[in-house]
């Protein structure tokens, strides 16, 4: 490959990368306080649709993210209330979310716009366009650099800045505030932060509210500003890739980031290399669209080690009398 070639794919790397980044912390706050969240899938998914839908609707991105991160926000609500209040079992809620979320954007989709369960296309301002950082057509011609800069760096939406932004925001409050430390605790022992007088419920409903609003900008990103509306499934197992990168990261913000940027390459080189012929072998497109999935099972399966969760996690806490 040559430079150039080298500099798309990285840039579209950073560019699949930013949903399953945005999902992964969603997970790590969710997990960390100890509720398990298999539904960022479910939650992307229906913030996807309702992006997509204000924004075709009203003409405003911004209308359209609001609604996308207050749907995925009623759906993390009642997960938490499932999970937390109910003390159901965590795993089960999240897949019922995830059914719902795809039952739910088809049918209100096709009510809505009657396009099979697709919205109108985005145009003009109901997109989020490319944001041109200072002096990057000025550098363009510079050898290197430049196009590193030019291209690479510039020409992103405001969601891909604000999704890096946010590892290290993450970071700074789980390891550096006292709700970070808190949150980490009731994650681990429970009983011990509730008899400091800390409410355990408070503090798995504060993360799991921060987890819909990040798969929220998640779905919305996807709809929005990575593509021009919502399509039937559009997620296509987005947030089970980013389980699988905050467990392959074990449950660390700059971790989870290298993971993501590792599968957002697999993306993106399945994307960019199709139909390959390799001395008279060609190696089929829909190889190429599964090698992202397969590579995330080995990856899995043979690079984690022993990866261990938060110790309360998945586990109901009931208060001692």
Known sequence: ??????????????????PLLLACLAGLFSER?????????????????????IAAVTGSVWLGLLAGIASSMVLAGLHGLASITFRG???????????????????IAQ????????????????RFTPIELPF????????????????LLSGHSILVYFAFAAVPATWWILFRTRFGLRLRAVGENPAAVDTAGVSVVGLRYAAVAIAGVLCGIAGAYLATALQAGFVKDMTAGRGFIALAALIFAKWRPWHAMGACLLFGFLQAIALRFQNIDLGGVVIPVQAMDALPYVLTVVILAGF??????????????????
């Open 136 to 151: 990057a057509s000025a550098l363009e011609e510079v050898p290197i650099l430049g196009p590193i800069y030019s291209e």
């Open 304 to 321: 984690v080690g022993k990866a261990i969760p938060p110790r309360a996690g998945g586990e109901p806490y009931v208060k001692e009398r």
């Open 111 to 126: 009510d809505w716009f009657q396009q099979g369960g697709r919205t109108p296309s985005l145009i003009g301002g109901g």
């Open 33 to 53: 306080s100890g509720v398990f969240d298999i539904g960022l899938e479910g939650k992307m998914l229906i913030a996807a649709f309702f992006s997509a839908a």
């Open 1 to 18: 490959m040559d430079f150039l070639t080298i500099i798309q794919v990285l840039d579209s790397t950073i560019r699949l990368s930013t």
């Open 89 to 107: 079992n965590q795993l089960i809620s999240g897949v019922a979310i995830n059914f719902l979320a795809a039952g739910m954007t088809v049918l």
